[in-house]
Structure formats: C-alpha cells, structure tokens
C-alpha cells in the first residue's frame, strides 16, 4: 500500500450471476493472491483500526458459495476474514423480508457449515432477521442483537464481538445500542478507514466496485482514494434522489 490507508473489504456472493451482490469466483481468487503476494497486511477485523495500513476481508449474509470458493481460497493463502451472519436465515436462503427485489435468492451456510470453517475465519453478528434497525423500534433494535448474539455464541461456543448493520442502516440510537452488545461494527459507508474512524461505524469499500476496469491492485495507489471519493459521491447522489 503506497499512500498510507487502511481499508476493509465487503463481499457478499462469490458467483457469476452479474448481481449487484455478486464478485465472480475467478476474480475473487484474483484479488486474494494479489493481496498474498503484496505488502498488504490482511488483518483480522478487529486489528484493522490498530495496524497502519492494513486490508481486512468480511463476507455479509455467510451464503454457502463461500465454502466453495472463499474458504479453500483463504486457507490455502493463509488469510484472516470475517463472516457476518443473519442468525435467524441460518441454513434457509437470503429471502427475508427486507430484502430488495430482483436479488437472488441463494442459500446461506447452516451451523455446521459455520463449524466447519478454518481457524482464521472469523463469526460476526448480521442481526437476527436483516432488518433496517433504523426502522425498528429501540425494543425491537435490541432484540435483533441480543438475539443473533446469543444464538450464534450459543451455536459457535464463542464470544461475537463484531456487528454488520444490515444495509448500513445505523442512527445515534441504533450504534448507543450495539455498544452495549458489540466491539466493532460496520456499515456500508464507501471510505477508507481513518484515525477518525468511530469503531462502532466502520466503513467499507465493496467489492462490487472492484469487479470491474478499476481493479483491486488499482485500489492501493494513489488514484484509489480518488475512485472511492467519486464512487461514494455518486452512489449517496443516487440515494438521494430516490428520497
């Protein structure tokens, strides 16, 4: 890394549907031989604020392509990643309530799938239903993480320390909440992270950015931090307009 910033990385599916979800798995093979082969330090997540210019790997949702195509990958190169999981779909597919039309619908890893990954992967908490917690009330917030705590603690025999907010959706009194719960979580801001950077909002670049001519390898000079800038820019435009 050239210009002195940490990044953390967001992958959902590893297939080649095309969807706004998805990272072919032949790129994502691509990108982590990179990161191997660089002088990159991949991180697990909860060193990602504490180490200089580092690059941590998480995985929203835990679909079950990741056993196909992400865990022998990571394993073999020897990379630390964090799988955030929707406790209550364990074992179903991605088809809960809030989930925006035309995203595939695809099956998610069970418990003894999560059981079964290497040592460096590690769990993190995506709520209990994948709801806007935004859009719950503060009881029904706290439910949503109490409950996909518990569960995935009671099922891994761990302590869960990280949270994903499902969709990025956090406010003052959502984050008030997860502090009482959560180390770490993070979001969906499109950022670098920084000194500034609060450890119950991280933000992360997505992956679906780095599919295309603008490369992973790409993102570690000095016209990386130009692309995500421009990327978040647009991307909060079109939020807004559809407001």
Known sequence: MTFGQSAILTYHSLDDSGSVISVPPDRFRGQMEFLASSSVPVVPLDEALIRPNCVAITFDDGFRNFLDYAAPVLDRLRLPATVFVVSGYCGATNNWPSQPAGVLDL???????????????SIGAHTDTHPHLTALTEAECERELRDCQNQIEQHMGRRIRCLAYPYGSRS???????????????????????????????????????RGRFSLERLFQPLGALYVGFRSLLRNARRGNST
């Open 172 to 210: 003052a009194s959502v984050m008030a909440a997860t502090g009482r719960y959560f180390d770490l979580a993070v979001g969906t801001s499109l950022r670098f992270l920084s000194s500034r950077s609060c450890a119950l909002d991280l933000p992360r670049i997505d992956a679906y950015y780095l």
């Open 107 to 121: 099956p998610l890893m069970d418990w003894r799938d999560l059981a079964s990954l290497p040592p460096r992967i």
